[in-house]
């Protein structure tokens, strides 16, 4: 049960990192022009994976820039559906995770801890930027939670 929820932790982790570095923020994360070179270019070849499978996006009625903003919006209203509380504990959480990891020595945990500090801080802001869009997304939040936290983590 314990891994399953540290495993669900580090998908968020990863999935709020994500969230962070795919979405334009006044408060963005030190994110180099590599990075963001290869972050869009990924979102740009989702969209054509989709075109070229079923097309699911463009049926939808998006493009890829209409689509790349509608996402971005979405994930950052969910972010503001959140309670602040419920955010710190899962990264307390997953610091206190990481913390007893064996496999790490005590630098690598201070600086992964390090890290997650610094995706805390970017996500509040994305957090701030999605209170517009957090009325619109409320009633899909469970479907999404369930998406990107897991089952491990949905309510």
Do not use: C
């Amino acid at each position: 049960m314990a891994e399953r929820r540290f495993a669900a932790m580090r998908r968020l982790a990863g999935a709020l990192a994500l969230a962070g570095m795919m979405f334009d923020s006044p408060h963005a994360l030190a994110l180099t022009a590599r990075d963001a070179s290869a972050v869009v270019g990924l979102i740009e070849d989702w969209y054509e994976r989709d075109a070229a499978d079923k097309g699911l996006i463009g049926t939808a009625g998006f493009t890829a820039d209409s689509w790349k903003v509608a996402l971005g919006e979405t994930i950052r209203g969910f972010l503001a559906t959140m309670p602040v509380a419920e955010l710190d504990a899962i990264f307390v959480k997953l610091r206190n995770a990481i913390s007893g990891m064996r496999e790490l020595t005590d630098a690598q945990k201070t600086e992964t801890i390090a890290a997650i500090d610094e995706e805390v801080e970017g996500l509040m802001a994305l957090r701030a930027e999605g209170d517009p869009f957090a009325d619109v997304v409320r009633p899909l939040t469970p479907k999404i939670r369930s998406l990107v936290l897991g089952p491990a983590m949905a309510r």
